[in-house]
């Protein structure tokens, strides 16, 4: 740390994202990538005529890709915000309804960077801890008096909570924003999109990410009234005009209309999923009800951070949070048929080797 960084930073711990090795020594299922590549049209969209013009700005409108959102969603363009992944939307909402004494309001078990922001906003957090099964109990939401994110289904944990019981948080926190982070929605839950006529406090965050198999092309959008959509607009052009490069806009309007690969890729990724969940669960594993692209599981006879290092040492990678309550427990994002093949052998060879 220089001695120029400001005071208010000092004790800033930053968000660490999963391990990204650059080659491809590891069957690499910690940071919930898909395992599948870009939608065929993707690819014809990134063409070298679009190439040739990186010498020019971006759109940003985003118009291209804010149309084929609104148009998959049955929004108007003008409530919906695409964003530099939606750790940049989310950063938004941090900025744009978290000052003054507003603050924000989180599980004490969920996505890292909600607490990370809050920090870095110098925020007062009202954090509620999720109940000894990892759910959400929507009535500790009630009247939160501050702006509330919940992500849902929930990271790391893969727990949905069901639309009746997120409306119930709505309905009883009419002063506040409810910014519901569905980046995880579409591999069996049910999106909130549809309770957006109803509750001008809603606005629901997705990626491109995990179901329309973007990660790298970093995609996110916002969806709400026309009036939150305003405000997020007022904090991207106060930041960063151009905040989605050209190549972007084209891959993430190409994905957005691809609904039969989007389709076939969330199907077979949630199949995957519920046969890894009963392998997992034969080998003796506790193993979280998950409705996202991840499992969430502890082993019976080692620990969390044992099995993980073991893994690694077989050339998969998982996560490990070091965090009170969850320390047992290993993510695994779901990936091919043949890479969770892979993490059942592996996993095989450490129970034996640890009997
Ligand atoms: N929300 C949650 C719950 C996540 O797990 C992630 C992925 N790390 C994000 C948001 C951010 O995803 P991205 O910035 O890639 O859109």
Same mark, same amino acid.
């Given at each position: 740390m220089s001695r120029f960084l400001s005071r208010r930073f000092a004790s800033l711990a930053p968000y660490t994202p999963g391990e990204q090795p650059q080659g491809m020594e590891y069957v690499k299922l910690n940071t919930n990538e898909s395992p599948y590549p870009p939608a065929p049209g993707v690819i014809a969209a990134l063409s070298a005529a679009e190439v040739s013009r990186l010498n020019l700005y971006s759109d940003p409108q985003t118009k291209a890709l804010t149309n084929a959102i609104a148009k998959r969603y049955g929004l108007f363009p003008a409530q919906v915000l695409p964003g530099n992944g939606s750790d940049e939307i989310l950063v938004f909402c941090f900025e744009a309804f978290c000052g003054e004494d507003a603050g924000a309001c989180f599980a004490d078990l969920t996505y890292g960077f909600y607490e990370v922001y809050a920090r870095l906003f110098c925020l007062e957090t009202k954090v509620i801890a999720l109940s000894e099964r990892f759910t959400i109990e929507p009535e500790a939401y009630f009247n939160a008096g501050k702006t509330v994110f919940i992500a849902n289904p929930n990271a790391p944990t893969g727990v949905f909570l069901a639309l009746g019981e997120l409306e119930e948080i709505l309905k009883h926190n009419r002063e506040n924003v409810v910014v519901i982070d569905e980046a995880y929605v579409d591999f069996g839950g049910e999106s909130a999109v549809s309770l957006l006529a109803r509750y001008e406090n809603l606005l629901v965050v997705q990626t491109f990410s995990k179901s329309r198999n973007? *990660?790298? *092309?970093?995609l996110g959008f916002a969806m709400g009234s026309e009036q939150l959509i305003g405000d997020l607009m007022k904090m991207k052009f106060s930041f /960063?005009?151009? /905040?989605?490069n050209r190549l972007s806009i084209l891959a993430g309007a190409a994905a957005m209309e691809d609904g039969a690969y989007f389709e076939a890729c969330t199907k077979k990724i949630m199949q995957t999923r519920e046969a890894v969940a009963v392998s997992l669960e034969e080998r003796g594993f506790f193993v979280l009800p998950s409705r996202a692209n991840f499992v969430f599981a502890a082993p019976k006879r080692i620990g969390g951070e044992a099995y993980y290092k073991k893994l690694k040492e077989k050339g998969v990678l998982v996560r490990w949070f070091d965090r009170d309550r969850i320390r047992d427990f290993v993510r695994i994002t779901i990936g091919s048929d043949a890479q969770m093949k892979t993490l059942l052998n592996a996993t095989d060879q450490i129970l034996e080797e640890t009997k």
């Open positions: 973007l *990660a790298g *092309a970093r /960063n005009p151009y /905040n989605i």
